[in-house]
């Protein structure tokens, strides 16, 4: 067979978290011929196969993966259609997410602005439904072109179909369809998109009322910048835990909890910022709030840490971390977490290669 195999490939160099055991065997597919000959020698072989995309979302086990890494490296950035309103552009599933924006935003194109600097690739960014600032990959989808391991071709999916939800998709936790590319439908003519207060608060510092495309390009840049972990200097996974989106009832819940357990100031806190994140349907209450008043910033388990300016970020410090401590420090954050608030913390990054019994071992509460 015709692909470039490599045995016991360190993972932990395709990661931005920097930690993790080796993929078995390894290769990089830059074309729907090679993601179909990896797949059919991992089947001949009875090897099972992970999809790795910029590595940006996950936790690779310390023993790594036991079967056949397909890391995608699809290019090309190609208008299909273009006319006075938008453009209908085709991205390679392995494009560098950030490129894409930086491209969109560079020829006026609206819609993917507020998701500039997230790590990883076009395939990840599906996959995960990504988002910051109020937009997500959902909101610009116009197909997604898979490539379906079941029957072996490939096959085109409208958004419609991809079950996009908060940070999740019908690809997610899905093994049967490979991303080879996504047609994104971007506006000429757009409109800022700008209600949440770091962003506010950014303008307003520069007295700008009207921002252009590239200003906003610039803001969330800086305020990113500022607020998070460069993976070249100290590995991360980005967000590691789902914010809370609540219902009526569960926030009263919560808001039970956090009166019984913490002060007036405390409870006060939780109302001022219920309303402070516009989600349509639900009360969104970031995470990081919650780790804050449980105390947990700084909080560490071995070289495994959380991260000082936002704790919902879990960081390895000096590349010294395993992935067990950072497993260990999960377990110890979400029992914290439990125990104040009632809340049951939930996982935004994908775990690779670990056994179904360590997995509940690290999430019994
Ligand atoms: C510092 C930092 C900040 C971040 N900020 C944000 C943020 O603001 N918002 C946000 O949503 N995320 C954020 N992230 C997380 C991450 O960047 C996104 O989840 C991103 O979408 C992951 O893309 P990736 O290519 O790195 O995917 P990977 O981590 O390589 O893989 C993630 C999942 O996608 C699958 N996958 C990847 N490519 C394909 C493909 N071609 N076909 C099928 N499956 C595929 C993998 O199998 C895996 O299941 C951040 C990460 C870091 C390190």
């Keep these: 067979m015709n692909f470039n195999l490599e ?3 360190p993972l932990k160099n395709l990661t931005t978290f920097h930690l993790g055991g080796p993929a078995r065997y390894f290769v990089v597919a830059e074309n729907l011929e090679d993601l179909k000959s990896s797949v059919s020698w991992a089947k001949e072989k009875e090897v099972p ?16 993966f036991p079967g056949l890494v397909i890391q995608v490296k699809i290019a090309g950035l ?5 006319d006075e309103e938008q453009v209908l552009l085709k991205v390679g599933a392995g494009v560098r997410w950030d490129e894409v924006v930086d491209h969109a935003v560079a020829c006026g194109w609206w819609g993917i602005e507020n998701m500039s600097l997230i790590y990883g690739t076009l395939g990840g960014i599906i996959v995960q439904n990504a988002g910051a600032y109020g937009t997500e990959i959902a909101s610009v989808v116009n197909h997604v072109e898979i490539y379906d391991r079941e029957v072996g071709e490939a096959k085109e999916f409208f958004a419609d179909d991809c079950h996009f939800g908060y940070r999740s998709s019908l690809f997610q936790n899905n ?4 991303i ?3 047609v994104l439908e971007l506006k000429k003519n757009g409109t800022p998109n700008i209600k949440y207060p770091d962003v506010i608060k950014y303008f307003a510092e520069k007295n700008i009322t009207v921002p252009s495309l590239s200003d906003i390009r610039t803001a969330i840049v800086s305020i990113r910048q500022n607020k998070l972990p460069d993976p070249e200097v100290l590995g991360s996974a980005g967000s590691f835990f789902k914010n809370l989106l609540l219902t009526p009832e569960e926030y009263q819940n919560l808001k039970e909890k956090i009166t019984a357990n913490f002060n007036a100031e405390t409870v006060a806190q939780l109302e ?10 639900a009360i969104k209450i970031p995470t990081a709030w919650i780790l804050d008043v449980c105390g947990l910033k700084g909080e560490r388990v071995g070289a495994a840490v959380v991260y000082e300016k936002q704790p919902i970020i879990l960081t390895n410090q000096d590349n010294a971390a395993t992935a067990d401590d950072i497993m260990n420090l999960v377990k110890k954050i979400r029992q914290t977490v439990f125990a104040k608030t009632g809340v049951k913390l939930e996982m935004e990054p994908e775990l690779v290669g670990f ?4 997995i509940d071992g690290y999430f019994r509460l």
Excluded at 78 to 82: N, W
Excluded at 355 to 358: L, N, S, V
Aim: charged share 20%; net charge negative.
């Design 175 to 178: 093994e049967r369809y490979l």
């Design 180 to 182: 080879i590319a996504a």
């Design 78 to 82: 190609e208008i299909l259609h273009e």
């Design 272 to 281: 001022g910022i219920k309303n402070k994140f516009p989600v349509v349907g």
């Design 49 to 64: 196969v992970f999809v790795l995309g910029g590595g940006s979302n996950l936790v690779v086990s310390d023993i790594g």
């Design 355 to 358: 056994g179904q019994k360590e």
């Design 7 to 9: 045995e016991n490939v």
